[in-house]
């Protein structure tokens, strides 16, 4: 297929980065996002997100021509939907799979669908989501055909086609890795493996759109199972006065263990995400996967008790003194290292409750952002420097590199909750 114009829906983490290796490959691309500010931005060339290397390839594109941004759907050739799936309340279960989003993207695109146009869903999505968006498409457009009633023939072709991409390296991954491809046809699948082959050097494999939407939840709840063995090993070494980080050095000794590092939960839009998805469709079968979500859902508040033991700890040790008086400095509110994505960060649900109880001075070191969200307005983001030296607890959440370059002089008389292992390891 020739695809002489490309859309990408939704300019975010993984629709900006997509949009501009796409354009570099000296395609035309039109993002479309609902953000006038993200759209503006774009346009001068610049990004509203952090991610290495992602400034230079916007930059050239929008520079030769290949890349613009706009809030309103045009004609293309193929449309990349990746916009959130987040969750909503249902019949007493939060964790209900919201596609709202995906929904509206289909009614914004489908004006402008025309014959022999390709649509592929990237955004994480639950069973069956591709099926759905097709149906609100066919819905939106019924002088057009879709898969779902006319199979190989259709007019539209619908696909899935999730992301694996690592924060932080999104530019070089969505270049080099292996793209799992579904399309509810076999013609769907090969006219989507035709657009990923222009810009991805991976092996680009076709299964089936459902298949292709259960490899991405199985491999992040894979994960995130693991992560949760990590995270309950450290609950049960610091009951038993154990070093956990020294105890997964020795165990990992093994040739046949590899057990991941422990933290203050699991964040990002993926992994502490996608095996809900498993879980809303699966309820009874689901039941490690369910365990391990609940451990890792559950890490958050058992650090912030460490930190009320470590308020504690301080009042006792210094008894003129009371809550009110107790400076407790927080590292790190990105749902991980050295990027500057909040989104369900354990580090930032953490900081939040602590906001809101702690009666002392809250004061947040985070070098990837300038200014903090709006829920966290009472707290202080300050230098890492200026933190160590007026605080009284040191809250370890995220493990930037930055904050391995501290002198171990400023901090080995505080207070220290260390979820990381920086200063504890």
């Known amino acids: 297929m020739n695809f002489n114009t490309i859309s990408v829906i939704g300019l975010g983490y993984i629709g900006l980065p997509t949009a501009a290796v796409i354009a570099s490959r000296r395609k035309k691309v039109v993002g479309v996002d609902i953000n006038q500010h993200a759209v503006d931005t774009i346009n001068r060339g610049e990004i ?3 991610e290495p290397e992602l400034d230079i390839v916007v930059r050239a594109a929008v520079k030769e021509g ?3 941004a706009t809030t309103t759907p045009e004609p293309a050739d193929a449309f990349l939907i990746a916009v959130p799936t987040p969750f909503k309340a249902e019949n007493g279960n939060d964790h209900v799979p919201d596609l709202t989003y995906i ?5 914004t695109i489908a004006p402008v669908l025309k014959r022999g146009d390709l649509v592929i ?3 994480t ?5 591709t099926e759905q968006m097709a149906a609100w498409l066919a819905e939106a457009r019924p002088d057009l055909s879709f898969p779902q009633t006319h199979g190989e023939e259709s007019d539209i072709r619908v696909a899935h086609c999730p992301e694996r991409v690592l924060p932080g390296h999104v530019v070089r991954e969505l270049v080099e890795n292996d793209r799992v491809i579904g399309g509810m046809t076999a013609r769907c699948s090969q006219a989507a493996t035709s657009l990923y082959r222009i810009f991805v050097e991976g092996e680009c494999i076709t299964t089936t759109a459902r298949t292709a939407e ?7 709840s894979f994960r995130d199972v693991n992560i949760a063995f990590a995270n309950e090993l450290s609950i049960i070494c610091d ?8 105890l997964i050095r020795l165990a990992n000794r093994h040739p046949r263990v590899n057990i991941l590092q422990p933290g203050p939960g699991v964040g990002g839009h993926c992994i502490a995400v996608d095996p809900w998805f498993i879980v809303s469709e699966t309820p009874e079968e689901a039941r490690l996967i369910r365990t391990a979500r609940e451990v890792n859902d559950g890490k958050p508040q058992w650090v912030i ?6 308020v504690g700890k301080f009042l006792s040790d210094n008894p003129d003194k009371t809550a009110k008086d107790v400076t407790i400095a927080c590292f790190g509110l990105a749902f991980k290292p050295d990027i500057d994505d909040l989104r369900e960060s354990p580090a930032l649900f953490v900081v939040n409750k602590l906001a809101s109880r702690h009666p002392g001075e809250l004061l947040v070191v985070e070098p990837n952002i300038r200014q903090l969200p709006f829920e966290l307005m009472s707290a202080k983001l300050v230098a890492q420097d200026a933190a160590i030296e007026s605080t009284d607890i040191l809250v370890m959440l995220v493990d930037h590199k930055a904050f391995f370059k501290v002198d171990l002089a400023f901090y080995s008389k505080k207070y220290i909750v260390d979820t990381r292992g920086v200063w504890t390891a």
Do not use: C, F
């Open 121 to 123: 869903l990237e955004s």
């Open 103 to 107: 929904q509206a993207a289909s009614k």
């Open 48 to 50: 509203h997100i952090v």
């Open 305 to 310: 008790d460490k930190v009320n033991e470590a």
């Open 239 to 246: 009951k038993l006065d154990i070093n956990v980080w020294e």
């Open 214 to 220: 259960m490899a991405k939840l199985t491999e992040n």
């Open 66 to 68: 290949y890349l613009r």
């Open 125 to 129: 999505s639950p069973v069956g989501a």
